[in-house]
């Protein structure tokens, strides 16, 4: 289910979900590993369905939503980039409308406020068509085409002669949904442990135990949802993925107050089909304020939100892995632009400047970062698409990389269609 790293080619069609069913297993108490968005989504959805009468999930922080789940720009996604029938294209637009609901009902701070894409030349014309129709065909609502003179009039300081309106994108405070959901769950009867690192999984007669910093905790099925540690988590269980996590960090900047105002709403670039990333880009914060970025260098170690942090076993581990240097050697323009990027604000401030052209070096103050999990093939691919894969009295959420904060809760109720 895996194809070149394209973002306009993904992959995973939702006719495949038949196929990962586990028929003949009745859970009653499932343990899910990871207190992130997708983690907490699921425990969520399988309470609120009836399915079980309770659960245990299992956090290694002290908190949940400790990483990817609030380590990003806060975008609510509406599934403009994602091949049409891909899990991506379908969860990221049924999420971002969950999502929404979810925010209204439990007053979360969330801004439905629309972004543009913006074709800087004739030459990215083409791709941004294809963009608006993959945008129509995945059931995108509102989108316009914009000439120049209407792109100023949503972005006045943005360059381009053409763009894309997305209405239905927007900002959201995620910490806020972690918190929100962590409630939920433990009102319905599930039980949240932090600070509960897992290091070993027994399955044993019609259940499998987990061994943690915390204790030993017990289930009948367990849901894999640990993101930029869900691979070791599948070794864990006995089953040997091929692909392996690869962390990328995302760098970001801010805007200075004085330079807020050059950005309205959340202004991006057209995707280089030649590079498997979206490109830097300009975030209206739900908390006020503009994030610049990211852009997209490898990380020295799976949490690493500083240029300085590395951990030996996880920098042997992406090292060793030989689909990274087959990426790499795929990529190697992109890598080498995305590291000077990296080093330099100059250079960063200039790929911005593609997009608004008054932003100056002195507007860019120091942002935060975020690592993101994304699943390497050994042949050097990236994996695309969302990725579940079913074990023995197991199922793995492998891959979900962004959208998955905009769709987790569509994807909690995909993993209960898969679940026995």
């Known amino acids: ?249 995302g760098e970001y900047y801010k805007l200075r107050p004085e330079a807020a105002h050059l950005v309205r709403h959340l202004i991006y670039p057209v995707p280089d089909p030649k590079f498997p990333f979206l490109g830097v880009h300009f975030t209206r914060l739900i908390g006020g304020g503009i994030e610049a970025g990211p852009n997209a260098v490898l990380a020295f170690a799976r949490e690493a939100y500083r240029k300085t942090q590395w951990n030996a076993r996880d920098l042997a581990e992406a090292l060793s892995f030989s689909g990274l240097w087959k990426f790499l050697a795929r990529h190697p323009r992109m890598a080498w632009d995305e590291g000077l990027r990296s080093l330099s604000k100059k250079l960063f401030c200039q790929s911005l400047q593609r997009l608004v052209p008054d932003l100056r070096e002195e507007d860019l103050a120091p942002g935060g970062a975020g690592v993101r999990a994304q699943a390497i093939s050994p042949g050097g691919e990236l994996v695309q698409d969302f990725r579940l894969v079913p074990g023995s009295r197991a199922l793995h959420v492998v891959n979900a990389p962004s959208p998955a904060a905009t769709a987790s809760l569509a994807i909690g109720r995909e993993v209960i269609a898969r679940l026995p």
């Open 1 to 249: 289910i895996r194809r070149a790293p394209d973002v306009f080619q993904e992959s995973g069609p939702a006719s495949m979900r038949a196929a990962f069913s586990l028929p003949g297993i009745r859970m009653k108490h499932p343990l899910i590993i990871g207190g992130g968005l997708v983690g907490l989504a699921t425990a969520w959805q399988l309470l609120r369905s009836g399915r079980v009468p309770s659960l245990t999930l299992l956090e290694k922080e002290t908190r949940v939503g400790a990483h990817q789940s609030t380590h990003n720009s806060g975008v609510l996604h509406a599934g403009l980039y994602y091949k049409p029938g891909s899990l991506k294209a379908r969860l990221a637009v049924q999420g971002i409308r969950e999502m929404t609901v979810y925010c209204r009902e439990k007053n979360i701070p969330h801004e439905i406020c629309g972004k543009v894409v913006v074709a800087v030349d004739e030459s990215e014309v083409p791709r941004l068509r294809e963009l608006e129709a993959r945008g129509k065909a995945n059931g995108l609502t509102g989108l316009r085409w914009l000439d120049r003179n209407g792109l100023r009039a949503i972005e006045p300081h943005a360059a381009g002669v053409a763009a894309l309106h997305v209405p239905e994108e927007g900002i959201v405070d995620y910490a806020a949904v972690c918190v929100a959901l962590r409630e939920d769950i433990e009102a319905m009867g599930g039980r949240i442990v932090t600070g509960a690192k897992v290091t070993e999984l027994h399955e044993a007669g019609d259940g499998w135990t987990a061994t943690t910093s915390a204790g030993e905790f017990t289930g009948d099925f367990l849901i894999n949802c640990a993101g930029l540690h869900s691979d070791r988590v599948c070794k864990l269980a006995g089953l040997d993925p091929e692909d392996r996590i690869v962390p990328f960090r």
